[in-house]
């Protein structure tokens, strides 16, 4: 008969039932997931000033497309 050895992992080591091994596994779909989630939020919040100023207008590539190009004429306010 076969006998089922048990090895605690040292305290040290986890946090609760969350170890190193446990997040070795989960950092690949985390950060596909993360940069997911990012580019969609991005992506929605494009057309908000405050983004569009601060961060998609200083991006080398991005700048020139989000760059408003419009006369000050045609612009109401």
């Known amino acids: 008969m076969s006998r ?3 090895y605690p992992t040292p305290a ?3 946090l609760g ?3 190193l091994n446990t ?3 989960w950092t ?3 950060g596909v997931w993360g ?3 990012g580019t969609a939020l991005l992506f929605l919040l494009s057309v908000t000033p405050k983004v569009k100023n601060t ?3 200083k991006v080398p590539v991005l700048s ?3 760059e408003d190009k419009t006369p000050a004429s045609d612009k109401p306010f």
Do not use: D, E, M, P
């Open 4 to 6: 089922l050895a048990y």
């Open 23 to 25: 997040a070795k596994r």
């Open 35 to 37: 940069v997911g989630a």
């Open 64 to 66: 020139n497309y989000f």
């Open 55 to 57: 961060f998609l207008l």
């Open 12 to 14: 040290n080591r986890r």
């Open 28 to 30: 690949g779909s985390l």
């Open 17 to 19: 039932n969350f170890t």
